[in-house]
């Protein structure tokens, strides 16, 4: 495997707006975020104290239902909508650990997430990374590399792991869930988590905190809300909730919280709200 080699301003990033997915990239860790980046989760942590772990228990959640796909329903295809840059045990590596000839698609339309994912995987056949905005669902089920990759006659498992918080209303959340919803055959599956409070100044200071940072943001939603993108779906026990409780007796990875990090000594009433559903 081969790393990048374009600087982010050849790929057209402008290094004075944060990005959603770099931001992620640093809550866990990584190493492919900017000082736009970093600056922005120093202060999204003064609004929100826990987001450091808030995200570390989603990407351990998104290694379960990636598990629970494969491994419990024998689910051999996935989508994975925003993806994010390929940081700590992404679904092709949980997935084809199960079964060798399971096939991914990627879709993000970040080009620092896009240099990445494809270097990382050059050497897969059975792996893409897709340009596409998750908002505009067609530009994946349509593509052509899509269905030459993807067989939508067999189940598939759809994947949105702490991303749709990132749409706002005018962008029909839920028309697009359901778009991708009528792709796919009876017997697949939707892995879904988001932002969630019930506490409403917590919310609000969030995504004002987000949106100070970067113009690709929506809001946090409370439960009711987000129930209903499983609309069409028979969620799965332990049914839907924070999903720090999901499956805990399936493998996941530790993964290591940013090196600067100091744990706060009281809990964000913020958390990754989901699960997993099954189409009818």
């Given at each position: 495997?081969s ?9 057209g990033?402008?290094l004075?707006?944060a990005?959603v997915?770099?931001?992620?990239d640093?809550l866990?860790?990584?190493k ?6 970093r600056?922005?989760v ?13 995200a570390?228990?989603?990407?351990m959640?998104?290694?379960r ?5 494969a491994?419990?329903?024998g ?16 679904v092709h ?7 060798p000839?399971?096939?991914v698609?990627?879709?993000?339309n970040d080009?620092i997430?896009?240099?990445h994912?494809r270097?990382l995987l050059e050497d897969n ?10 908002a505009?669902p ?26 749709l ?9 839920y ?7 009528d792709?796919?055959?009876?017997g697949s599956?939707?892995g ?10 917590a919310a ?5 905190s ?6 690709y943001?929506g809001r ?28 805990l ?10 090196s ?11 958390i ?5 559903g099954?189409?009818?």
């Amino acid at each position: 495997m081969s790393a990048p080699q374009d600087g982010p301003e050849s790929l057209g990033v402008d290094l004075s707006i944060a990005s959603v997915a770099r931001m992620y990239d640093y809550l866990l860790g990584g190493k492919d975020n900017y000082a736009v980046d970093r600056e922005a989760v120093v202060k999204l942590r003064l609004a929100t104290p826990d987001i450091d772990d808030v995200a570390r228990r989603n990407r351990m959640w998104l290694q379960r239902v990636v598990y629970f796909a494969a491994a419990e329903l024998g689910i051999r295809q996935f989508l994975d909508f925003g993806t994010g840059l390929p940081t700590q045990r992404t679904v092709h590596e949980v997935a084809q650990e199960i079964h060798p000839d399971v096939r991914v698609v990627y879709a993000d339309n970040d080009p620092i997430v896009l240099a990445h994912g494809r270097a990382l995987l050059e050497d897969n056949d059975r792996t893409i990374m897709l340009d596409a905005d998750m908002a505009q669902p067609d530009t994946v089920l349509r593509a052509p590399e899509v269905l030459d990759l993807i067989d939508f006659g067999e189940p598939v498992a759809a994947i949105y792991a702490s991303v749709l918080h990132c749409l706002p209303d005018e962008a029909h959340p839920y028309e697009v869930v359901k778009r991708v919803r009528d792709a796919l055959p009876s017997g697949s599956c939707l892995g879904l988590s988001h932002l969630e409070s019930e506490d409403q100044a917590a919310a609000e200071a969030l995504t004002e905190s987000m949106r100070k940072s970067t113009p690709y943001w929506g809001r946090v939603r409370d439960r009711s809300e987000i129930r209903r993108f499983f609309d069409g779906f028979d969620v799965v026990e332990p049914g839907l909730g924070d999903i720090a409780e999901w499956w805990l007796d399936i493998p996941a990875v530790e993964l290591p919280l940013a090196s600067d990090y100091v744990r706060p000594s009281t809990a964000s009433p913020v958390i990754e709200f989901g699960g997993a559903g099954i189409k009818r």
